[in-house]
C-alpha cells in the first residue's frame, strides 16, 4: 500500500472510530415529549391566553392537561368550582372562554399536543357524550378525575363504591372511544384496617376500563414509594405528573382535606431543585407503562423562570 493510500485509509478509520463513539455516548432522553399541566399557569391563560402557549412553546413543551369545568360541564361542577374561585384568586378553567375549536387551534399552531383532560366525577357521570365529543375535538385520549369528593371517601366501603363507579365510567368512556383515568392526591395511601384504600381501587376495577395518573409530590407526601407503585401496578399508570420537593415533607394527618394540600405548596419547587430523586422515579414510570409526563407547579409563580428550569432538567435527563 501507497503512503498516500495508507493515510487516507487510516483518517477514514479515524473517523468511523469517531463516529461510533458519538453514538455509543449520545443516549436518548428519558423523556421524548415533556408536557404541563395548565393548572399551573391558569392566570397567564386568563390574562393572555396566546403568550401562554407562546411562551410553553419557546420553553420546548410538547403537551399540555387541561381542566375543568367546561362550558360542557354539569351545573353542580360549576357551581363547586365557583365555590373555591375566591380562594384561588383566578376563575378562569376548561379552554379560557374559547371555543374548542380555537382552543385546540391556539395548541397545535404552537406544536403542543392534548392528550389528556381533567375533569369531575359529576360530569364524568352524567355527561360523558358531550365530554367524549370535546376529546375527539381536541384530540385528547384520557379524561382524568383528579380527586375524588371529600364525602365519597370515608370508609372503606366507600372506596369499593368508588371502585363500582370507576368501572362503569370507564365502560361509558370507552363505548366513545376514550379512556378514564383517576388521579391520586395524598388520600388513600395509609392502611386503614390494614388495608390501603388505593388497592381497593386497583384489585376492585377492570384494568381495560381504569387507568391511572400518579400525581409524585401528593404520592410521596401521603407516605407511598413511587417506585414500588409504578413496579406493582405495571401498566395501569399512564400518565404522570411532576412536581420536586425542596425538603422532604409529609401531611400533617392522612392528606384527606384541602387545607392539608395548600400548607405542602410552599415546598414545590421546579424539578431538579428539590430532594426527590427523580431520574429513579422516572425511569421506574416508563419502564412500567407511564405514556405521558406533566410537570405540575401548582399556581408557579413566575412561571417564565421555573417552568423552564423544570423542562431544562428533564430534557437532561
Known amino acids: 500500500m501507497k503512503r498516500r493510500q495508507f493515510l487516507q485509509s487510516t483518517a ?38 396566546d ?17 375543568g369545568p ?16 375566591p380562594q384561588l384568586g383566578f376563575k378562569g378553567s376548561g379552554f379560557f372562554n ?25 360530569t364524568l357521570s352524567n355527561n360523558m357524550g358531550q365530554l367524549a365529543e370535546a376529546a375527539h375535538l381536541i384530540g385528547a385520549k384520557y379524561v382524568v378525575l383528579p380527586s375524588i369528593p371529600d364525602a365519597e371517601r370515608k370508609n372503606l366501603d366507600d372506596y369499593k363504591r368508588v371502585a363500582e363507579k370507576f368501572n362503569s365510567i370507564g365502560a361509558e368512556a370507552k363505548k366513545e372511544g376514550i379512556r378514564f383515568a383517576y388521579h391520586n392526591h395524598g388520600y388513600g395511601l395509609n392502611n ?18 381504569v387507568y391511572f395518573e400518579m400525581d409524585l409530590y401528593w404520592t410521596i407526601a401521603g407516605g407511598a414509594d413511587p417506585v414500588e ?12 405528573h411532576i412536581k420536586d420537593m425542596k425538603e422532604a415533607k409529609r401531611f400533617a394527618g392522612d392528606g384527606g382535606d384541602a387545607s392539608q394540600w395548600i ?13 426527590l430523586d427523580l431520574p429513579t422515579i422516572l425511569t421506574a414510570a416508563k419502564q412500567n407503562g407511564v405514556e405521558h409526563f406533566f410537570v405540575e407547579q401548582d399556581m408557579v409563580q413566575s412561571p417564565e423562570i421555573a417552568l423552564k428550569k423544570s423542562i431544562d432538567y428533564l430534557k437532561s435527563l
Request: charged residues 20%.
Open 98 to 122: 374559547k371555543t374548542t375549536a380555537d382552543f385546540f387551534k391556539a395548541a397545535k399552531s404552537n406544536g403542543i399536543s392534548i392528550p389528556s383532560m381533567h375533569t369531575d366525577l359529576d
Open 229 to 240: 407503585l409504578f413496579k406493582k401496578h405495571k401498566d395501569r399508570y399512564k400518565m404522570v
Open 51 to 67: 403568550g401562554a402557549f407562546a411562551m410553553l412553546a419557546k420553553m420546548g413543551y410538547k403537551e399540555v392537561e387541561c381542566f
Open 70 to 85: 367546561y362550558e360542557f360541564s354539569t351545573e353542580k361542577a360549576k357551581a363547586s368550582w365557583n365555590a373555591v374561585t
Open 263 to 275: 400548607s405542602l405548596f410552599p415546598y414545590m419547587t421546579s424539578c431538579g431543585e428539590g430532594v
Open 12 to 49: 477514514l478509520f479515524s473517523v468511523a472510530s469517531l463516529v461510533n463513539a458519538n453514538e455509543l455516548f449520545t443516549k436518548n432522553p428519558l423523556i421524548n415529549k415533556v408536557g404541563l399541566g395548565l393548572f399551573s399557569i391558569p392566570k397567564m391563560l386568563e390574562n393572555d391566553f
Open 192 to 209: 386503614v384496617n390494614g388495608v390501603m384504600p388505593l388497592n381497593i381501587i386497583f384489585d376492585q376495577t377492570d384494568p381495560s376500563l
